[in-house]
């Protein structure tokens, strides 16, 4: 396949940028498990990543969902600032916006 070749001979480095992280996400979302050449269609919609460091970020990210997943990766404390300038952490926002049924 011509695009394999292309993708695997073009060079790149290993740290990711937001842009880079956007379009891979996008494409996650585009090419789902069932889309045939998918790290290849990834990569392709990337841009600037070789297929073999679109399936290496993928597998970071499925570890790192896992440990998030397990409780062994706390999730951050966003500090939330309301319309009226009151500073709310994560859980008192969750909190104050819990509805009993």
Do not use: C
Not at 32 to 41: A, L, M, P, V, Y
Not at 59 to 68: G, S
Not at 71 to 93: F, H, K, W
Request: charged fraction near 30%.
């Amino acid at each position: 396949m011509a695009s394999n070749s292309f993708m695997s001979s073009r060079s790149s480095s290993s740290t990711w940028t937001p842009r880079e992280n956007k379009r891979f996400e996008e494409a996650l979302a585009t090419y789902t498990e069932n889309t045939s050449d998918r790290f290849h269609k990834i990569a392709r919609a990337v841009g600037s990543k070789t297929v073999e460091e679109v399936m290496r970020h993928y597998e970071i990210l499925e570890k790192d969902i896992m440990k998030i997943e397990n409780d062994q990766i706390p999730l951050p404390n966003y500090r939330v600032i309301t319309s009226n300038g009151r500073v709310y952490g994560n859980e008192q926002r969750l909190m104050r916006n819990l509805k009993l049924q």
